[in-house]
């Protein structure tokens, strides 16, 4: 099996780019530590991951699953250019179906997790496809394990993730098939990644700072479960 890239590797001592040198929306002013990924950078990197995807695929078809909620603008770019090389394509194209999921996961104790899949009637419509996972964030890498043994209990052709980030947390040993940016362990929102439900509406991946986490804290009484 071919080692998966990590993706473009932001380092820990990377600063980023100071908000004023982009446009923010006036609500987050004085939220953000930096941009840490601007968003021409984003889309020019999903570029490359359709045509990396394109390519592995050949003329399969695939069926694509966006994990919502913060995977929708990821999951849309990625197969909007996925479908912009098909347009292109002088051989093979590919068929896309697509479907969009939630992901629940809970432990039972402690060495036990399962993962509840919202959103999907019946799993069985994954039988014999080509799936194509598609996430915002991984961080342990627990809770997309589970749902990729989950979709090998329903006979899946074949099984793959892409994930626009991937942090370097503490005993992370999962990478994912498609990488965009491996990112320092550090609180990043934007490009549908929220805190609170705030800042999907940015257009760049940023870190939040202290400020922000309690500006934007306490509007709701918990907290956006955190991205296994």
Excluded at 78 to 100: E, G, M, P
Excluded at 116 to 143: H, S, W
Excluded at 163 to 180: A, E, H, I, M, Q
Excluded at 216 to 223: D, E, K, L, N
């Amino acid at each position: 099996m071919e080692p998966v890239s990590p993706g473009i590797i932001v380092a820990d001592d990377y600063k980023g780019y100071h908000p004023d040198f982009f446009c923010i929306p006036r609500h987050y002013q004085g939220a953000l530590e930096c941009v840490l990924v601007p968003g021409g950078v984003i889309k020019d990197r999903i570029e490359r991951l359709a045509q990396d995807i394109a390519e592995d695929i050949g003329n399969e078809p695939i069926f694509a699953l966006c994990v919502l909620k913060g995977g929708y603008k990821f999951f849309t770019d990625l197969i909007d250019q996925v479908k912009k090389y098909n347009h292109y394509a002088t051989r093979n194209t590919i068929r896309i179906s697509v479907d969009f999921i939630r992901l629940k996961s809970y432990k039972e104790d402690e060495s036990m997790q399962d993962v509840q899949v919202i959103g999907v009637d019946d799993m069985n419509v994954f039988t014999g496809k080509n799936v194509l996972i598609v996430e915002d964030v991984i961080d342990t890498g627990r809770t997309i394990k589970e749902l990729l043994r989950l979709l090998k209990a329903y006979h899946v052709k074949s099984a793959k993730v892409a994930s626009l980030l991937v942090k370097r947390t503490k005993g992370n040993f999962y990478r994912p098939d498609y990488c965009g940016f491996e990112v320092p362990d550090k609180f990043v929102v934007g490009y549908a990644i929220d805190y609170n439900e705030y800042f999907r509406d940015l257009d760049h991946v940023c870190i939040v700072n202290e400020y922000g986490k309690k500006k934007f804290g306490s509007s709701y009484p918990t907290r956006t479960p955190i991205r296994q």
